[in-house]
């Protein structure tokens, strides 16, 4: 069984950091990953989405890693900024299905 | 243009009644995917519409639960006899094309913010 893990659940940063949110999974045969972003109130946008077959993906101040054989990604953001706090989510879909897996996310603050 | 839209945005019901939350996706997204989001737990999936074909309903909890979707639009998610622990937020997403393309990229709904007293 599929099983996503976010470390850590919650970091508080200064603006202006780089930092760094780790995702993994036990079951290396996914077919893609997705990064959403989740603000109080309002639904999940998507962020990235990394095929198999990628290793990263670049977007603005984000950056998306995939290591699929060691079931890890990462979301990298550069010169953090109050609006970018919200919940972190990833996901990965198996190879043999539609079905998104969620981990429980990470609460990112950025402190002005 | 809209994005997915969700209703009610908060529903309160007394445990034992039963409740409808309704989910429009975007326009010409051909498929729909429930979730469900328990307080301190991850975004769980329910159930899955691609156009005409029979729907996955693998995710649903118990068969209290049942789903429909109108015309390949609108969706409506039930939920009879309603339990405390149906309490979450249940969010509805739609996608371009079905899963296993690369435009397969889920748009979600500010999700219905169920309460069961």
């Known amino acids: 069984k599929q099983e996503v893990t976010q470390i850590p659940a919650a970091l508080s940063v200064p603006e202006g950091e780089n930092l760094v949110l780790n995702c993994s999974f036990t079951?290396?045969?996914?077919?893609?990953l997705q990064w959403f972003r989740q603000d109080p109130g309002k639904g999940l946008t998507s962020l990235l989405l990394?095929?198999?077959?990628?290793r990263e993906q670049t977007s603005g101040r984000l950056n998306a890693s995939l290591d699929k054989s060691s079931g890890r990604s990462t979301l990298y953001i550069a010169a953090s900024q109050p609006g970018d706090s919200a919940t972190y989510l990833c996901?990965?879909?198996?190879?043999?299905?539609?079905?998104?897996?969620f981990g429980s996310g990470t609460r990112l603050l950025v402190r002005p | 243009g809209a994005g997915v839209s969700q209703s009610p945005s908060n529903k309160v019901t007394e445990k034992g009644k039963d409740v409808e939350l309704r989910c429009d996706p975007i326009?010409?997204?051909?498929?729909l995917y429930w979730y469900r989001q328990s307080l301190g737990q991850g975004l769980e999936f329910l159930i899955y519409?691609?156009?005409?074909?029979?729907?996955?309903k693998s995710g649903l909890p118990s068969d209290r639960f049942s789903a429909e979707r109108t015309g390949g639009s609108v969706s409506t998610l039930t939920i009879q006899r309603t339990q405390q622990e149906d309490s979450a937020v249940y969010l509805c997403?739609?996608?371009?094309?079905?899963?296993?393309?690369?435009?397969?990229?889920?748009?979600f709904g500010p999700g219905t913010r169920l309460l069961v007293l």
């Open positions: 997403a739609s996608s371009l094309v079905p899963s296993g393309t690369l435009q397969e990229t889920q748009y």
């Open positions: 990394i095929q198999s077959s990628q």
């Open positions: 326009s010409g997204h051909t498929a």
């Open positions: 996901a990965v879909r198996l190879d043999s299905s539609y079905k998104l897996i």
């Open positions: 519409f691609q156009g005409n074909s029979a729907p996955d």
């Open positions: 079951d290396s045969a996914i077919y893609n």
